[in-house]
């Protein structure tokens, strides 16, 4: 984990600390590994000390993780989500994640915050809603950028913009495909609502 310049773990002198790792082969044969991990310790300087919060899809503990069924045929794809409430308010200011042989995409959006649309890409392209929630955009881009509704239950058309926010109150659930419509190949998202 790549914490930001001026933030830190909080270390006292007589602290341990502890490392676990999995390794997993997902060949036939056996394979040699090393594990070679580097620790940078700062002193005599002054960190925003950051507290970790340990997220899991299935839940907060170590195992059993999840099983995929498998009966969805070749190509198919099975995902999992979970909402989390964070036990401390305060800024996000690392994240990191993992998956296992097989996984697609992991996704962890904080839906209070919105979503920027900056050039050619919108921040979280997966984004999990309540009914009656309500979602912000909000344009940094350099050039113009939209937010389109290909396929949904509710058409969605914000104008054509490089600063300034757009919301939409998601009244209905479903799945809705959106996309930019000045740059459609390359900016999509899908925002599902339960
Ligand atoms: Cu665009």
């Given at each position: ?88 308010s305060g800024r996000i200011v690392a994240g990191g994640g993992h998956l296992h042989g097989g ?33 912000r955009w909000n344009f940094v881009g350099t050039v113009e950028h939209d937010v389109t509704l ?45």
């Amino acid at each position: 984990m790549a914490l930001p310049p001026g933030y830190g773990y909080a270390n006292a002198a007589g602290d341990l600390s502890g490392l676990v790792y999995i390794l997993m082969n997902h060949h036939d044969r056996a394979e040699s590994v090393s594990v070679r991990y580097t620790v940078g310790y700062v002193t005599g300087q002054t960190l925003t000390p950051v507290r970790p919060i340990w997220l899991g899809v299935h839940n907060c503990q170590v195992d059993p993780i999840f099983t995929v069924p498998g009966t969805g045929g070749q190509g198919s794809t099975y995902s999992r989500s979970t909402d989390f409430r964070l036990p401390v308010s305060g800024r996000i200011v690392a994240g990191g994640g993992h998956l296992h042989g097989g996984g697609v995409r992991l996704d962890l959006t904080d839906t209070t915050c919105g979503t920027t649309v900056s050039d050619y890409r919108y921040g979280a392209q997966r984004v999990l809603l309540h009914r009656g929630q309500t979602f912000r955009w909000n344009f940094v881009g350099t050039v113009e950028h939209d937010v389109t509704l290909a396929t949904g239950p509710v058409g969605i058309a914000s104008p054509s913009m490089k600063s300034g926010s757009f919301s939409v109150r998601f009244t209905r659930a479903g799945t809705y495909d959106l996309y930019c419509s000045l740059h459609p190949a390359r900016m999509t998202q899908t925002i599902v609502v339960r």
